[in-house]
């Protein structure tokens, strides 16, 4: 210890926190929580939002049966919560971010690649997730009356969307704490809301509790439907939040088990996206139209003013797992920059994407749908990355050398093996995907007559690569 840090009063568990979140650092326990309340909220608020609902009708639109769609959402998500439930605990066991441990898989330098990709889809997605739930905004306020829901209004729109891009970027300034802290006491009401909707759809709507499977569906059309349920929001729903998951359990102590901060982790995914899942699939037995705006404001009108407040919660609560994730993983780029001034740079360029896909709405759909199949890299990610955790590092990863310069760092600048497995496996990802855009749907997804098996090729492939080359590789080493 030097003399200045003698002299240095010691610090506040607050002061250090707060040390900790400015710059990416190695979380140290003293600042760490042994409460797992804060991670249930967080993954609950974050999914208890209209996308989820929109997603639900999904299957029903496509023409499969009500229950058979339930059952789809209720298989995938225990698959998909349990796979991110593991990197939850990895995160805990290691107290590093999800891009920050890829240094120890990808290299000091190659876990850039990861952590570009996943900065950008961040910032992409806090833009869409603030513009698509505007329309439905308008059309809610044009229910009770406070706008003329037939008028474009982009000013409107675009004022709007500023006071919920404020309000994320200022939840995500103060970082952690106050993010768990939002979540903690915004979601139960939240959920007091959602109950009396769900009420309302499943008592006073006219829901065909029936409705069976299109009898117009070929074998092909029902396997098509049935894969992209399980993409859209089955297995790969889970699997889209692989890569923030770290980001926050690095917060929970060691000494918290592990069982319990896996289901409460898990069961804060998986809860509210199957309530929310099967409310959709019920609300689209009442209507061919899936369009949010239509489909809530005909069935909630007399709820508008509660549902509206659900509807703004929505983005937020999600947003500023966006902006935060963003903010950390543009650091392990070797940004030096404090989180609190990246947070609002990426705010303020979020918000300049919102308000050109405002003026551009055919544009912003399009981006939608890119993002959505973009995301289909972190399947291979997360392969290569257990992978290396359990068979390469045998969970034993020394989390301080992470956090080393590349120019005396002990890990590799470049671990060929597992950039070439990463990307052989998004390969595999396009060649099964069958998405919305012609670019997205790959030649064996197009020869299988639309069926997408992309999350378990692309896992699969970058897995068995990245095992196959790491033996081989260990072999010459000892040879």
Same mark, same amino acid.
């Given at each position: 210890?030097?003399?200045?840090?003698?002299?240095?009063?010691?610090?506040?568990?607050?002061?250090?926190?707060?040390?900790?979140?400015?710059?990416?650092?190695?979380?140290?326990?003293?600042?760490?929580?042994?409460?797992?309340?804060?991670?249930?909220?967080?993954?609950?608020?974050?999914?208890?939002?209209?996308?989820?609902?929109?997603?639900?009708?999904?299957?029903?639109?496509?023409?499969?049966?009500?229950?058979?769609?339930?059952?789809?959402?209720?298989?995938?998500?225990?698959?998909?919560?349990?796979?991110?439930?593991?990197?939850?605990?990895?995160?805990?066991?290691?107290?590093?971010?999800?891009?920050?441990?890829?240094?120890?898989?990808?290299?000091?330098?190659?876990?850039?690649?990861?952590?570009?990709?996943?900065?950008?889809?961040?910032?992409?997605?806090?833009?869409?997730?603030?513009?698509?739930?505007?329309?439905?905004?308008?059309?809610?306020?044009?229910?009770?009356?406070?706008?003329?829901?037939?008028?474009?209004?982009?000013?409107?729109?675009?004022?709007?969307?500023?006071?919920?891009?404020?309000?994320?970027?200022?939840?995500?300034?103060?970082?952690?704490?106050?993010?768990?802290?939002?979540?903690?006491?915004?979601?139960?009401?939240?959920?007091?809301?959602?109950?009396?909707?769900?009420?309302?759809?499943?008592?006073?709507?006219?829901?065909?509790?029936?409705?069976?499977?299109?009898?117009?569906?070929?074998?092909?059309?029902?396997?098509?439907?049935?894969?992209?349920?399980?993409?859209?929001?089955?297995?790969?729903?889970?699997?889209?939040?692989?890569?923030?998951?770290?980001?926050?359990?690095?917060?929970?102590?060691?000494?918290?088990?592990?069982?319990?901060?896996?289901?409460?982790?898990?069961?804060?995914?998986?809860?509210?996206?199957?309530?929310?899942?099967?409310?959709?699939?019920?609300?689209?037995?009442?209507?061919?139209?899936?369009?949010?705006?239509?489909?809530?404001?005909?069935?909630?009108?007399?709820?508008?003013?509660?549902?509206?407040?659900? @509807? $703004?919660? /929505?983005?937020?609560? !999600?947003?500023?797992?966006? =902006?935060?994730?963003?903010? #950390?993983? *543009?650091?392990?780029?070797?940004?030096?920059?404090?989180?609190?001034?990246?947070?609002?740079?990426?705010?303020?360029?979020?918000?300049?994407?919102?308000?050109?896909?405002?003026?551009?709405?055919?544009?912003?759909?399009?981006?939608?749908?890119?993002?959505?199949?973009?995301?289909?890299?972190?399947?291979?990610?997360?392969?290569?990355?257990?992978?290396?955790?359990?068979?390469?590092?045998?969970?034993?990863?020394?989390?301080?050398?992470?956090?080393?310069?590349?120019?005396?760092?002990?890990?590799?600048?470049?671990?060929?093996?597992?950039?070439?497995?990463?990307?052989?496996?998004?390969?595999?990802?396009?060649?099964?995907?069958?998405?919305?855009?012609?670019?997205?749907?790959?030649?064996?997804?197009?020869?299988?007559?639309?069926?997408?098996?992309?999350?378990?090729?692309?896992? @699969? $492939?970058? /897995?068995?690569?990245? !095992?196959?080359?790491?033996? =081989?590789?260990?072999?010459? #080493?000892? *040879?």
């Amino acid at each position: 210890m030097t003399t200045t840090d003698a002299a240095r009063p010691a610090a506040t568990p607050h002061q250090k926190h707060e040390g900790f979140e400015a710059e990416l650092e190695l979380i140290p326990e003293s600042a760490k929580t042994h409460s797992v309340r804060g991670q249930f909220w967080i993954w609950a608020g974050a999914n208890i939002a209209p996308i989820n609902w929109v997603l639900g009708a999904l299957g029903v639109g496509m023409g499969l049966g009500l229950w058979e769609t339930i059952a789809l959402l209720t298989i995938g998500n225990a698959i998909g919560m349990a796979m991110f439930g593991m990197f939850v605990v990895i995160g805990q066991r290691t107290g590093v971010t999800g891009m920050v441990l890829s240094r120890a898989v990808f290299g000091r330098r190659g876990a850039y690649v990861p952590a570009a990709v996943q900065a950008i889809l961040c910032m992409g997605w806090c833009a869409v997730n603030t513009w698509i739930v505007l329309d439905l905004v308008m059309a809610l306020l044009g229910s009770i009356g406070l706008v003329d829901p037939n008028a474009s209004a982009n000013g409107a729109r675009i004022a709007v969307a500023a006071v919920i891009m404020a309000a994320q970027v200022a939840i995500a300034w103060f970082g952690y704490r106050v993010i768990s802290a939002f979540e903690r006491w915004t979601v139960p009401p939240t959920v007091l809301i959602l109950l009396a909707m769900t009420i309302v759809a499943w008592t006073s709507l006219d829901v065909d509790w029936g409705h069976g499977t299109d009898p117009a569906l070929s074998a092909g059309q029902h396997w098509s439907a049935i894969t992209a349920v399980m993409t859209a929001i089955g297995i790969g729903w889970g699997l889209t939040w692989l890569g923030y998951a770290g980001d926050y359990s690095r917060f929970v102590s060691r000494d918290v088990p592990a069982r319990r901060l896996f289901l409460a982790s898990a069961l804060g995914q998986f809860i509210p996206v199957v309530w929310l899942g099967a409310l959709g699939a019920t609300l689209a037995t009442l209507s061919t139209s899936t369009d949010p705006g239509k489909v809530i404001v005909d069935a909630y009108g007399v709820l508008a003013v509660p549902v509206l407040l659900l @509807v $703004v919660h /929505g983005p937020l609560a !999600t947003n500023i797992l966006n =902006i935060y994730t963003c903010t #950390v993983s *543009a650091q392990a780029l070797d940004i030096h920059i404090n989180r609190r001034v990246l947070n609002v740079l990426i705010g303020c360029v979020a918000m300049a994407v919102v308000v050109f896909f405002v003026l551009n709405g055919d544009f912003a759909t399009t981006i939608d749908s890119w993002l959505v199949a973009v995301v289909g890299w972190v399947t291979p990610w997360a392969a290569v990355v257990l992978v290396h955790w359990f068979v390469v590092a045998k969970q034993q990863v020394d989390a301080s050398d992470l956090f080393t310069s590349p120019s005396t760092t002990t890990l590799p600048i470049v671990r060929p093996t597992a950039l070439f497995s990463l990307g052989l496996g998004i390969f595999a990802t396009w060649l099964f995907m069958y998405g919305s855009l012609s670019i997205f749907q790959g030649p064996i997804a197009s020869a299988l007559g639309g069926i997408d098996l992309s999350w378990l090729s692309g896992g @699969v $492939v970058a /897995g068995l690569t990245y !095992t196959a080359a790491e033996y =081989i590789r260990s072999r010459r #080493v000892t *040879a």
